[in-house]
């Protein structure tokens, strides 16, 4: 046996394509004869639609065709839900309004899609978006969550008796019983921000029909290539196998380019089937602030019951939820809040409702976090206060409350995105909390550097909190790895890579298997006529469900590859040895045949085969867990803070992480410090604000500040635990989002703790710049 | 039909003779008209550093800039550094440090960092972090960047 190509970091298959500027991103992709569209979107918030006059912008040359709901006809409709409603929870109520491709009969938020130019360059369509005209009845904008069931408020959906999306209780215990029984109850406000997926590249389609072979080709940046390709079947009323849908190099998704069902893959591949051209759309920033989803956007009414020595007995949360003005993605993000709440503590009794609302808003789907982050926040918060309240340090009221690693696995008894009960399936949390405490030396700093400072005069503060990461949800994935008559590998699934490094990571779980370099592994993701099946990229699921689908797969070749060669060397299998490219009697490695003379032994042109005989060197695998695999980890901040400029230096920044096996533990370094630049961007700088009118004041990177290099710590200190997960053969959880979900709470938490004595009271977890110089100025009375 | 301009731009050492509408963009005619697509445009206002070119050796936003403000200019972009097969030391430093992930900002970073470490042969860290401070990366969190701005710096010391 070769070595392990598993928790090794090696370099990544894909750099030097991308380094080189030889990737090959949506808008690297031109055809001749390409037609470019741009989208017309309402500056109404809230309107009904009276008239769309198109007859100007017709006549501009180089405009070949406008097109608006009406000129859709039957092929105009919405949605359809890309999550389905959560049924599994008895008692939910879910008012399904999937999206609208293009806003036919009313206006339901700024940004929002009237009408598409088809032109001869994009410069050409967006000049004519300016001779569109729009006669509208403006209605009144709904925006602030608290006030969209009140009874006089305007309704989004006029269908509906109220603006309510959804509805969902679920309780564990009683809450009503802890609160009767505590020493201490808190009772909290608690909001959430409003924040961006922000990805370097905007989305992009473009479509191709062939009218002779009637296939339709579209490359799309879609983290869920099947799904969309299904959708578009489904509108389009082709067969799957008639449309190919295939990822180009994508720059960067975080989430919000999960979405199908949108105005790009309902209307370009329709319009490249009645033009019979080459159909591009990408867009613009501007578009991708107001139009493309976003998320956050929630307010909490949080209490906790306590025992005066710390220990908890109960949590209530009941909390608005911000769906925009359609709620295609279902229920994942308010659901991976209820799960988040207990994050790794004994919560014997827990109550928490969601309401989820409509708005006048950008329609809300998962940004990296998903809902993860407003739970860990709201449960920490939480903490904190109590903390305060008892007189007891934050640290040692953790300590009291953390679940013991005898207890795992642990039933939640809350069922999350994945309609299933959440399980705290595996790891040892109390560890990961002396392990950070230890790095950051939380001891030394409360007891011997922070009075000196305070006594300067200087507002330097700690924060320590707890988080855990929901990741690798079902249903499931899959994968085929074929050895080819090369003997070079090759994997394909239908998954998609926004540049987490599955060229690289997928390989090495092959390579461990079938003995070949990594480099002689090729890695074919979300390329719909290669592979039929998947669900897509999201929840940090893509290296425990695809990986293990290869693996399996894997192990499927490797047995073959054995099966075939023992025949041919006329050798028992358990006396050869896959390595080095070839499969070889172990004791005499010159007697030997190459996997590539396998693959063509594999496939026999003459004579019979044996009933049941699957030919070729290659194996499928589906992998579907029966849970979630939970990462968790520890957060340590050092802020340093000028008062009177209220700017914020990261002095310390500490996290220990347990994702169970790192297949590439640079890959892994990577994913945490990429989340961390997000949560941090989050707790401090990025923050999606509408006006009164339901206009988006943040539409540009001008006012909605992005976290860069010199906002981030000098150093990110990652410590790791390594729990293999027991649910899958190589003990895999997911890390994409791990950095995305704890800073918030630890920053606001190293907030107060600087300001000692001011009693910040900080309830949201956005405290920009000039936020927190008003905080401290009211703080101080000034 | 906007009147066309005649333009001489050099980049990556070739001269290319156009005729281009005045309110081309230098970033649309680099990547749509010369095919050049290793220049990537992220915002389309100057802010994310994405579309950074250099510019008679001076880093520049393309997207901010019309192809006719530069003609008789000598452009650089990300194709002028190194191949696939031979990669200059600071893309190979790069690779080595994985200081990219979907790849999309990284040409403007190369272009950025191949200016800065020309006039800086050996900067610390914080210099190397705030050389990069224009450029967004949604992906890295930056560390691993700075770490690959400094080893391309022994590495071309070292050539």
Not at chain 2, 96 to 107: N, R, S
Request: aromatic share 8%; glycine share 10%.
């Amino acid at each position: 046996m070769t070595e392990s190509t598993i928790s090794k970091s090696f370099k990544r298959n894909e750099d030097p394509r991308l380094l080189t500027g030889n990737g090959n991103y949506i808008d690297d992709i031109d055809f001749p004869g390409m037609l470019h569209v741009a989208i017309k979107r309402s500056d109404y918030a809230h309107a009904r639609i009276k008239k769309i006059d198109t007859e100007e912008a017709k006549k501009i040359p180089g405009v070949v065709a406008v097109y608006t709901a009406e000129d859709l006809g039957d092929y105009w409709r919405p949605g359809p839900l890309q999550v389905p409603p959560p049924t599994a929870i008895k008692g939910s109520v879910f008012h399904a309004r999937p999206l609208e491709c293009i806003a036919k009969h009313k206006i339901r938020f700024s940004g929002e899609p009237v009408a598409v130019v088809v032109a001869e360059s994009r410069y050409i369509a967006e000049d004519a978006l300016d001779f569109i005209y729009l006669d509208v009845e403006p209605l009144q904008y709904v925006g602030e969550l608290e006030k969209t069931l009140d009874p006089d408020a305007p309704l989004i959906h006029e269908d509906l008796e109220s603006n309510l999306a959804a509805d969902v209780v679920q309780e564990v215990g009683s809450w009503e019983k802890a609160a009767a029984e505590a020493d201490v109850v808190i009772k909290k406000r608690i909001v959430t921000n409003h924040v961006a997926g922000a990805a370097l590249e905007n989305r992009g389609l473009i479509a191709v029909w062939d009218d002779n072979f009637k296939i339709l080709n579209v490359w799309a940046t879609t983290q869920g290539p099947i799904p969309m390709r299904n959708s578009i079947a489904r509108y389009l009323g082709l067969m799957e196998n008639q449309i190919r849908l295939m990822n180009p190099d994508i720059g960067g998704g975080f989430g919000p380019k999960i979405m199908s069902s949108q105005i790009d893959d309902v209307v370009v591949p329709w319009i490249a089937m009645k033009l019979k051209k080459p159909i591009k759309w990408v867009e613009d920033r501007r578009e991708n602030f107001l139009g493309t989803t976003s998320e956050r956007d929630q307010v909490h009414y949080a209490e906790i019951a306590l025992k005066n020595d710390g220990t908890i007995l109960g949590v209530k949360d009941v909390f608005y939820h911000n769906t925009g003005a359609y709620n295609p993605y279902g229920m994942t993000i308010p659901l991976n809040t209820q799960t988040h709440v207990i994050s790794i503590y004994n919560i014997p009794n827990y109550y928490t409702q969601i309401k989820m609302v409509f708005t006048n808003q950008m329609v809300v789907t998962p940004v990296r976090g998903a809902g993860r982050s407003h739970g860990i926040f709201v449960m920490e918060r939480l903490l904190d206060f109590a903390a305060k309240e008892l007189g007891m340090d934050p640290v040692e009221l953790r300590r009291k409350n953390i679940l013991p690693p005898e207890k795992l696995p642990f039933r939640t008894g809350v069922i999350g995105q994945d309609f299933v009960e959440n399980v705290l399936d595996s790891g040892n949390y109390p560890l990961a909390l002396e392990k950070t405490v230890d790095a950051i030396e939380y001891e030394k700093f409360k007891k011997e550097i922070q009075p000196k400072l305070r006594a300067e005069g200087k507002n330097k503060g700690i924060g320590v909190i707890m988080f855990t990461e929901g990741t690798a949800v079902g249903p499931y994935e899959g994968a085929k790895v074929m050895v080819g008559v090369t003997g070079k590998v090759n994997i394909v699934c239908a998954y998609s890579n926004q540049g987490q490094g599955h060229y690289t990571t997928l390989a090495q779980i092959a390579a461990n298997q079938l003995g070949v370099d990594i480099k002689d592994i090729s890695v074919v993701i979300g390329d719909t006529g290669q592979w039929q099946w998947g669900v897509g990229a999201f929840a940090s699921r893509g290296i425990t469900l695809v990986g293990t689908a290869v693996h399996q797969a894997s192990v499927k070749v490797r047995e073959k590859a054995l099966e075939l060669a023992s025949k041919l060397l006329n050798t028992p299998k358990d006396e050869l040895e896959v390595a080095d490219g070839v499969v070889r009697v172990a004791d005499v490695p010159e007697h030997f045949i190459s996997l590539g003379e396998l693959a063509m032994r594999a496939n026999p042109t003459r004579g019979t085969v044996e009933e049941g005989m699957e030919p070729g060197l290659e194996a499928a695998s589906y992998y579907g867990p029966p849970h979630g695999a939970t990462g968790y980890g520890c957060l340590g901040l050092i802020l340093d803070i000028d008062p009177e400029t209220a700017k914020v230096k990261i002095e310390r920044l500490v996290i220990t992480d347990d994702c169970g096996t790192n297949i590439n533990p640079m890959i892994v370094d990577g994913q945490i410090h990429g989340g961390l630049q997000m949560g941090i961007g989050e707790a401090f700088y990025e923050n999606l604000v509408y006006d009164d009118y339901g206009q988006l004041v943040t539409a540009s990177f001008m006012d909605y500040l992005f976290p860069q290099a010199t906002d981030m710590p000098e150093k990110f200190e990652i410590k790791h635990l390594v729990t293999p997960s027991p649910l899958n053969p190589l003990g895999i959880k997911g890390i994409g989002e791990a950095g995305a979900i704890c800073v918030p709470a630890c920053f606001m938490q190293a907030l107060e703790d600087a300001f000692e004595g001011m009693d910040l009271d900080i309830t949201q977890s956005f405290m920009g710049p000039s936020k927190l110089f008003h905080y401290v100025q009211k703080a101080k009375g000034a | 039909m906007t009147q066309k301009v005649k333009v001489a731009i050099t980049v990556n050492g070739t001269l290319y003779e156009r005729d281009v509408e005045p309110r081309l963009l230098l970033s649309d005619f680099i990547r749509h008209d010369l095919g050049l697509k290793g220049t990537h445009v992220g915002c389309e206002h100057g802010l994310c550093g994405a579309c950074t070119v250099l510019i008679d050796g001076h880093s520049a936003r393309s997207c901010t800039l019309f192809a006719v403000m530069v003609d008789g200019s000598e452009i650089k972009t990300v194709e002028s550094l190194g191949t696939i097969d031979n990669m200059h030391p600071l893309q190979e430093a790069f690779h080595e440090k994985h200081a990219l992930q979907c790849g999309f900002c990284t040409p403007g970073f190369l272009m950025t960092a191949v200016e800065y470490l020309e006039g800086n042969p050996n900067p610390t860290a914080e210099q190397a972090r705030e050389a990069i401070d224009g450029n967004f990366c949604r992906c890295t969190g930056y560390e691993n960047i700075v770490e690959a701005v400094q080893l391309a710096a022994k590495k071309m010391a070292a050539h």
